[in-house]
């Protein structure tokens, strides 16, 4: 049950920070607020890492491992993310980054052969449709216009 609420609250307060940051990436730049968010994760959790380290937590053969998908992911996705939120504003973004939970099972299933059950699948084909229909209600409106 707890775990239903932390995923509930990183989900509210990743949806607050597009909405936060979307004056922010207007006036800074893309790059520029990417490279000031992660100088400032930074230095908040370098303290903590430092303090609470323990050589448990990795092994040395998976740090490389780490290291790429870090900037993989973290450097280069969220670069990418925050030139899409300057580009199409914060409703266009968010519709565009809810297709990446069917990618991930998509990729899970071709890369990994971790084949999603039955919930998974029907959780993914209607994020899936929905991300569809709002996409052509958006051309719909701009048609009007």
Not at 98 to 103: E, L, R, T, Y
Not at 138 to 143: E, G, N, R
Request: overall charge positive.
């Amino acid at each position: 049950m707890i775990s239903y609420i932390f995923a509930l609250s990183a989900a509210a307060i990743w949806s607050l920070t597009g909405l936060i940051s979307t004056r922010a990436v207007r006036y800074f730049g893309s790059y520029n607020f990417n490279f000031l968010r992660l100088l400032g994760i930074i230095i908040i959790f370098t303290p903590y890492a430092y303090f609470n380290w323990s050589p448990i937590y990795f092994e040395s053969s998976i740090i490389l491992a780490i290291a790429l998908s870090s900037i993989i992911g973290i450097v280069i996705g969220d670069t990418f993310l925050y030139i899409c939120l300057k580009r199409l504003g914060p409703r266009r973004e968010a519709l565009l980054f809810s297709i990446q939970i069917p990618c991930t099972i998509l990729m899970a299933d071709i890369f990994l052969n971790a084949l999603p059950n039955f919930y998974q699948l029907l959780g993914c084909g209607l994020i899936f449709l929905a991300s569809l229909l709002l996409f052509n209600l958006i051309k719909l409106s701009k048609m009007t216009i």
